[in-house]
Nanobody, 112 residues
């Protein structure tokens, strides 16, 4: 069983930045595909970014050039650095492990 705990969400103005963190436990973190998804109000949950065990990354087109996913295997933590935030980035952001396990989510709200 994998346990994921997100932190770092909050309220920010358009153009601002936030860094989300997700600490994992219960598995060999360094071997796991990790990712961030988001779910805006009234919409489906969609992929934001993923990172493989060897650091290869993949991003949704809507966040390319603005968001950066990274991981620290020594700390069992994955990060999402979000820059140049827009109101349409407002959502609950979920950490994911192995496309199977989910965190509880953290709210990100971008005001215009």
């Amino acid at each position: 069983q994998v346990h994921l705990v997100e932190s770092g969400g909050g309220l920010v103005q358009t153009g601002g930045s936030l860094r989300l963190s997700c600490r994992a436990s219960g598995s060999i973190f360094s071997m796991n595909l990790m990712g961030w998804f988001r779910q805006p109000p009234g919409k489906q949950r969609t992929l934001v970014a993923t990172i493989t065990s060897d650091g290869r990354t993949n991003y949704a087109d809507s966040v390319k050039g603005r968001f950066t996913i990274s991981r620290d295997n020594a700390k069992n933590t994955v990060y999402l650095q979000m820059n140049s935030l827009k109101p349409e980035d407002t959502a609950v952001y979920y950490c994911n492990s192995q496309l199977n396990y989910w965190g509880q989510g953290t709210q990100v709200t971008v005001s215009s």
